[in-house]
């Protein structure tokens, strides 16, 4: 009889710590429900704006006029907080592009020389030929 009795009190904490609150968890989630015009993140890590929702597909639009359907289950609704600091990062990105676009290259940096293209097989032999004039009889360069 005691042993049934810890049976049953090993359930009741189990379904106390674990089921209870997974199934709480899940009802606040399909109560609170995605409007559009909602900033969500899906699972995988990608930023959107909800654009329609359905029963379980939702239409997310992750970059000007790029949708993509999600599973609802797979979206999560993010707070005002994160939004702005996904605000504020990506104005700080849009900074430092613009003064990447501003910052002009100085002299002699190794891109500003870029080598003609060699037009027939003539040219070729040409530089091979200059080439093997600034070797000296053991291999190494002048």
Do not use: C, W
């Not at 020389?113 to 190494?140: C, F, Y």
Request: cysteine-free.
């Amino acid at each position: 009889m005691s042993q049934l009795i810890f049976v049953l009190f090993v359930l009741v904490i189990l379904y106390l710590l674990f089921l209870r609150p997974r199934m709480k968890g899940a009802k606040t989630n399909r109560k609170i429900g995605l409007q559009v015009g909602d900033d969500v993140v899906s699972n995988g890590g990608i930023f959107g704006v909800v654009t329609k929702s359905y029963d379980q597909r939702v239409y997310v639009e992750i970059a000007p006029e790029v949708e993509v359907i999600f599973d609802r289950r797979s979206l999560t609704h993010l707070d005002g907080v994160i939004v702005d600091a996904m605000e504020e990062a990506e104005a700080k990105f849009d900074e430092i592009e613009a003064r990447k676009g501003q910052a002009e290259p100085t002299e002699g940096t190794a891109g500003d020389e870029v080598p003609e293209p060699l037009e027939n097989q003539s040219d070729m032999k040409d530089v091979t030929e200059a080439r093997d004039a600034e070797v000296d009889d053991e291999g190494d360069f002048k």
